[in-house]
């Protein structure tokens, strides 16, 4: 039964589908931890998350103490840039979630595969027409009018809401450079592996930089409920989510995976405007819509924008 329902040919998207509903609810979760620091999150939520998965390193270690180089140097920018700087860019943001709606943080995310496409261009020579650069010029239109419903830049609190779009524009870039990544170690690897790999090294990271760069003695002690929300984040957001999307990112086309990836932040807008009665303005409204649609031509034909 269990192996006639991984081998369903709708099993890779639902899951992807899925973890994007789970990535929804991370903004419900993680804004409850707003008084801890950024990277204490980061490392408390990996340090969690790699236990959970601790049963699949030991499993598959003799294959993982076999890796080349090159691998290694995919699972450690996935760890850095997914793990660590993506992840801290976006709790930041969501610090901030009085100044700008978290539905404007996750729909910025999904400028991530307009970063990857350029990366590619960059790290692997790949050469592309003119039609693509209008279409990543017309997201990053679309996304600006998300972030700034009021046209113009709004500065007052010290601009707190112009760092947020600003960090989680940051964020999509760190993921959509780890999603390149990721998908190059998928090729070779078990998501099993990759899912602990990624938990272990960003917590190792974001562990030596707060031993390192931080007084471990004036961190905050965890409350029993923010334990509860860090806890609620490995098991849905987090570890759970990653594994799933990993699983079902093995199973479909990359342009497939950015289509249904789009659930996130359209899940994210309704819960938004259900639970905290955040509704976009029209300008943010079509600002999505610019947005979606250029990622949807980029990813959708890819091929016909090579050159």
């Known amino acids: ?43 408390s939520e990996h340090a969690l998350g790699l236990l959970i998965t601790l049963p699949w390193l030991i499993k598959f270690w003799p294959k993982i103490k076999s890796l080349n180089r090159k691998t290694w140097i995919s699972i450690f920018w996935i760890a850095v840039f997914g793990g660590l700087l993506g992840t801290l860019a976006y709790t930041r943001a969501l610090s901030y979630i009085n100044y700008i709606h978290f539905s404007v943080v996750v729909l910025l995310q999904k400028l991530q595969p307009i ?21 990543a010029t017309v997201a990053l239109i679309g996304s600006y009018f998300v972030a700034f419903p009021n046209i113009l830049p709004q500065w007052q609190d010290g601009g707190k809401n112009v760092w947020a779009g600003l960090l989680a524009v940051g964020a999509a870039f760190a993921w959509g ?32 930089y707060i031993l390192l760069f931080m007084d471990v003695g004036s961190l905050p002690r965890l409350s029993s409920e923010q334990l509860f929300y860090l806890i609620a984040i490995v098991l849905s957001s987090g570890t759970v989510a990653l594994s799933i999307y990993y699983f079902g990112l093995k199973k479909v086309q990359a342009s497939q995976s950015t289509l249904l990836e789009m659930f996130w932040p359209i899940s994210a ?22 947005m979606l649609t250029a990622i949807y031509r980029v990813t959708r034909r890819r091929g016909e924008l090579e050159d």
């Open 1 to 43: 039964m269990f192996k006639r329902l991984i081998s369903w040919p709708y099993v890779g998207p639902l899951a992807i589908v899925f973890a994007a509903f789970l990535w929804s609810i991370d903004a419900l979760l993680r804004q409850s931890l707003y008084s801890l620091p950024s990277i204490f999150i980061v490392f």
């Open 177 to 208: 450079s780890s999603t390149v990544m990721g998908k190059y170690s998928l090729r070779e690897l078990d998501s099993r592996i990759v899912t602990p790999l990624r938990l272990g090294l960003t917590a190792i990271i974001s562990g030596l």
């Open 269 to 290: 807008v309704t819960i938004d405007w259900v639970f905290f009665d955040h509704a976009l303005t029209w300008s943010q409204i079509l600002g999505a819509i610019l």
């Open 115 to 135: 970063f990857a496409i350029i990366l590619a261009r960059i790290i692997l020579k790949e050469r592309f027409k003119g039609r693509f650069y209008l279409w």
